[in-house]
T-cell receptor, first 112, second 114 residues
């Protein structure tokens, strides 16, 4: 079955630290990958997505992710986090018929 | 541009009662989805709909019923609420054209079953 694994459930960083959140997927078809962010008390918003082409994808708010097919990974990165990046981050893979399968999420707390 | 709205935003109900959560989108997107969000499980798909009058089960459909008589509305009904259905429910929509697969989410409904 298709699945997405996010091994970091909770991450605590200080402002200006670098961020890398892991995402591994298990899916046999054409891979379309997403990172969504959920700020406290808000709905999910798209950060970035990968469809094809350049495996390094740039998203909003300085986030980027690298698609490494040989490792089945799509890790999210940001060189320098801010307090406002405190949120929950979800990785997702498209599995057909417009459906997405989401990982369990990573809660990021950035201390000022 | 209202996007996706959900109502109510908060609901407390008792075990055994029927509850309907409403979802309305203004984009005329073909696809609509219902998810529940629980700690440790992330988002799990309950039901989805490809168009009016076309619905299908997701990962966790038991205890839920959906309908879609109009493109813009996709209500979710808990026929006889149980404590295990206490959760945050998100509605989402997606447009088939362009094959972007991106889903747009509503603000969520926090449901507590006592």
């Amino acid at each position: 079955a298709q699945s997405v694994s996010q091994h970091n459930h909770h991450v605590i960083l200080s402002e200006a630290a670098s961020l890398e959140l892991g995402c591994n997927y298990s899916y046999g078809g054409t891979v379309n990958l997403f990172w969504y962010v959920q700020y406290p008390g808000q709905h999910l918003q798209l950060l970035l997505k990968y469809f094809s082409g350049d495996p390094l994808v740039k998203g909003i708010k300085g986030f980027e992710a690298e698609f490494i097919n040989s490792k089945f990974s799509f890790n999210l990165r940001k060189p320098s986090v801010q307090w406002s990046d405190t949120a929950e981050y979800f990785c997702a893979v498209h599995t057909g018929f417009q459906k997405l399968v989401f990982g369990t999420g990573t809660r990021l707390l950035v201390s000022p | 541009d209202a996007g996706i709205t959900q109502s109510p935003r908060y609901k407390i109900t008792e075990t055994g009662r029927q509850v309907t959560l409403m979802c309305h989108q203004t984009w005329s997107h073909s696809y609509m989805f219902w998810y529940r969000q629980d700690l440790g499980h992330g988002l799990r798909l309950i039901y989805y709909s490809a168009a009016a009058d076309i619905t299908d089960k997701g990962e966790v459909p038991d205890g839920y019923v959906v309908s879609r008589s109009k493109t813009e509305n996709f209500p979710l009904t808990l026929e006889s609420a149980t404590r295990s259905q206490t959760s945050v429910y998100f509605c989402a929509s997606s447009e088939l054209a362009g094959a972007t697969y991106e889903q747009y989410f509503g603000p969520g409904t926090r449901l507590t079953v006592t």
